[in-house]
């Protein structure tokens, strides 16, 4: 079963850092890519970043270039998002999802349950 | 940058009827780039259609995508009770990103 975990949200004030971590299990990570999307309370799906499945091509949402840095560790069976400079608007859900193709920017066909990041002071 | 624009934001239908979702597109757009999900309340997205027309693993097929160009659709035949949720569409498969459109929430009547 295909499963995708995200940990590492939590509160922190605005200009802080955090670390976000995605844990794959159910296929093999390094034949696909891998999405960042989030969601504000009470709002819409946005998307943040995408990366492709051997981290060849990575692609970022205005909002947040500059500030969010998107890795991954196919042996270690896991993606990041980096998050530097966090404003209040940062403030959401974030999902991490399985592209359904290598490359980046593909639909995304898995979902994890999310994990909340709070910018507030 | 692409704007997908849904409407209805709402629909209010009984269980049963036919639902139609619009996702316009602000230019046009390949049929293999547009795809649909469902969203509950505390719940991830889940892919219901990609390519416009194929539906995902495990999607009932009362579930069908249609349209081309800058107007797209998603058609629920017959209502089920685990149907009344939030639907995106969703523009991907080229730089500069992926975009989603604002979504629409089908509610019971």
């Known amino acids: 079963e295909v499963q995708l975990v995200e940990s590492g949200g939590g509160l922190v004030k605005p200009g802080g850092s955090l670390r976000l971590s995605c844990a794959a299990s159910?296929?093999?990570?390094?034949?696909?890519?891998v999405n960042w999307v989030r969601q504000a309370p009470g709002k819409g799906l946005e998307w943040v970043s995408s990366i492709s499945s051997t981290s060849t091509y990575i692609y970022y949402a205005d909002s947040v270039k500059g500030r969010f840095t998107i890795s991954r560790d196919n042996a270690q069976g896991s993606v990041f998002l980096q998050m530097n400079s966090l404003r209040a608007e940062d403030t959401a859900v974030y999902y991490c999802a399985r592209g359904r193709e290598w490359f980046a920017l593909s639909c995304f066909d898995s979902w994890g349950k999310g994990t909340l990041v709070t910018v507030s002071s | 940058e692409i704007v997908l624009t849904q409407s209805p934001g709402t629909l209010s239908l009984s269980p049963g009827e036919r639902a139609t979702f619009s996702c316009r597109a602000s230019q046009s757009i390949s049929s293999t780039s547009l795809a649909w999900y469902q969203q509950k309340p505390g719940q991830a997205p889940r892919l219901l259609i990609y390519a416009a027309f194929s539906r995902a693993t495990g999607v009932p097929d009362r579930f069908s995508g249609g349209g081309s160009g800058t107007d797209f659709t998603l058609t629920i035949s017959s209502l089920e009770p685990e149907d009344f949720a939030v639907y995106y569409c969703q523009q991907y498969g080229s730089a500069p990103g992926v975009f989603f459109g604002g979504g629409t929430k089908v509610e019971v009547k």
């Open positions: 159910g296929f093999t990570l390094s034949s696909y890519s």
